[in-house]
C-alpha cells in the first residue's frame, strides 16, 4: 500500500479560471501542467491522489466574508481545465479519491484522516490553492494529526504577495519539507 499521498486543494473553476468567484487567475492557472505531472508521477508509482474540494450550500454563511465560490455541483466547484480531464480520466482508480470539504483545513469535518490511515499514507504532499489559506491549514491539520507535510512550492500560489512566507511558515511550524 501507498505510504505517500498527494493532496490537490481547491483548484477549481472558481479558484483558478478568470471568470471565478474568487479567483487566483494566471497564477493558479500557470501551475496546473505541474500539478498533473506530479498526480501522474503518484498514480504510475501506485500512491494515492486525493481531490480535496471547497463545497458550499447557496446560503452559506461563509459567503458573509468570501464572494460566493464553490457551490455544490456548480461549474465554479469543477476542477479546472485540464485538470477535470486528468480526474475524468484516473477517477475510477482505486488510489484517485474527491473529498469536499467545508471548511479551510480538508482534514476538519472530512473523512480525509480516515482515508489516508487506512491506506498506511505517512506523508502528505500538497499542491493547490491558496499557499496562505487551505494550503497552510491543511498543512497544518495533517502535522496535527501525525502526517509528515510536503508542499510542492510550485505547485501552490495564492492571490496575495505571502506565498514564500507561508511556505516558510509551514516549514518551521509544522517541519513541512519544501520542494
Not at 479567483?23 to 492557472?29: L, V
Request: net charge negative; glycine share 6%; charged share 25%.
Amino acid at each position: 500500500m501507498a505510504t505517500e499521498a498527494l493532496l490537490i486543494i481547491d483548484m477549481s473553476n472558481d479558484f483558478v479560471h478568470d471568470e471565478g468567484g474568487l479567483t487566483s487567475g494566471k497564477k493558479g492557472q500557470e501551475i496546473v501542467p505541474s500539478i498533473i505531472s506530479l498526480a501522474t508521477t503518484f498514480i504510475e508509482e501506485d500512491k494515492e491522489v486525493v481531490i480535496c474540494m471547497d463545497e458550499h450550500e447557496e446560503e452559506d454563511d461563509h459567503f458573509n466574508i468570501w464572494p460566493v465560490h464553490n457551490v455544490r455541483g456548480t461549474w465554479g466547484q469543477k476542477l479546472y481545465g485540464e485538470l477535470q480531464q486528468w480526474y475524468e480520466s484516473n477517477k475510477e482508480l482505486p488510489n484517485v479519491t474527491f473529498v469536499p470539504k467545508s471548511e479551510y483545513d480538508a482534514f476538519y469535518g472530512t473523512n480525509l484522516e480516515e482515508i489516508l490511515k487506512s491506506r498506511r499514507v505517512e506523508t502528505v504532499h500538497l499542491a493547490g490553492v491558496c499557499t496562505d489559506i487551505c494550503d497552510f491549514l491543511t498543512a497544518y491539520g495533517a502535522y496535527a494529526r501525525g502526517f509528515r507535510t510536503v508542499a510542492h512550492s510550485s505547485c501552490m500560489v495564492t492571490f496575495t504577495e505571502h506565498h514564500e512566507v507561508f511556505l516558510e511558515q509551514m516549514k518551521n511550524i509544522f517541519k513541512t519539507e519544501i520542494r
